[in-house]
């Protein structure tokens, strides 16, 4: 069975803290690993998708990089603003044409101003 | 480009009644995923459908059910409402199709509280 972990589950840091949520990720067939941001009371906002080892994306303060066990999304001089709940997910083969999306339990992330 | 809408955003029903929420893509997207959101669970997939066929299924019981109509829009049904059912129920939709890699894009869900 496809399994996503990610840690740590909650992170509280200083703005300016530059630090890294983990995904790790048990999948057979791996097609795509996507970052998604999770404001309280919203729907998951997405963030990137990273196709292959190697991989590296990028958007403002966060990069996202792609191992063949293991995602990181680097968040540099974060701001209060930053404070989320970030989602990792996998997308794998469920069987015929068919894929699935796995989703981890999400880092929720603080930022103190 | 609108975004994905769902309706009701909130709701309120009794144990044993039924529910049906309602879900509108993105403007061109042919897939639609629905998901449950629980504190302790996360996000868990309930089922995919693509061009009004059920395309993938998540492990919930036959009381969730769903269908998509023509035009892409989705509902999904819950029947015989339980205490755990109470949840955030999240619709995504992609350009989906072939089997290339889509990002879903998702609706802000429906707030389901079951007393």
């Known amino acids: 069975e496809d399994q996503v972990t990610q840690s740590p589950e909650a992170l509280r840091l200083q703005e300016g803290e530059s630090s890294s949520l983990n995904c790790s990720y048990t999948?057979?067939?791996?097609?795509?690993l996507f970052w998604y941001r999770q404001d309280p009371g919203k729907g998951p906002e997405f963030l990137f998708t990273?196709?292959?080892a190697g991989e590296e994306k990028e958007k403002e303060r966060l990069k996202a990089t792609l191992t063949k066990k293991e995602s990181f999304l680097h968040i540099t001089a974060p701001k209060p603003e930053d404070s989320a709940t970030y989602l990792c997910?996998?997308?794998?083969?469920?069987?015929?044409?068919?894929?699935?999306?796995?989703f981890g339990k999400g880092t929720l992330l603080t930022v103190n101003p | 480009k609108a975004g994905v809408t769902q309706t009701p955003r909130y709701l309120i029903k009794t144990r044993g009644q039924q529910v049906t929420l309602s879900c509108s893509p993105i403007?061109?997207?042919?897939?639609v995923s629905w998901y449950q959101q629980t504190p302790g669970q996360g996000l868990q997939f309930l089922f995919e459908?693509?061009?009004?066929?059920?395309?993938n299924k998540g492990n919930f019981p036959g009381r969730f059910s769903g269908r998509q109509f023509s035009n892409s829009r989705s509902e999904m049904n819950v029947s015989t409402l339980e205490l755990g059912d109470s949840a955030l129920y999240l619709c995504?939709?992609?350009?989906?199709?072939?089997?290339?890699?889509?990002?879903?894009?998702f609706g802000p869900g429906t707030r389901l509280t079951v007393t």
């Open positions: 995504a939709s992609s350009a989906g199709g072939d089997r290339r890699v889509y990002e879903q894009y």
């Open positions: 999948v057979s067939g791996l097609r795509g």
């Open positions: 990273l196709y292959s």
């Open positions: 997910a996998v997308q794998a083969y469920s069987g015929g044409s068919n894929y699935k999306l796995t």
């Open positions: 403007s061109g997207h042919r897939s």
């Open positions: 459908y693509f061009s009004e066929t059920q395309r």
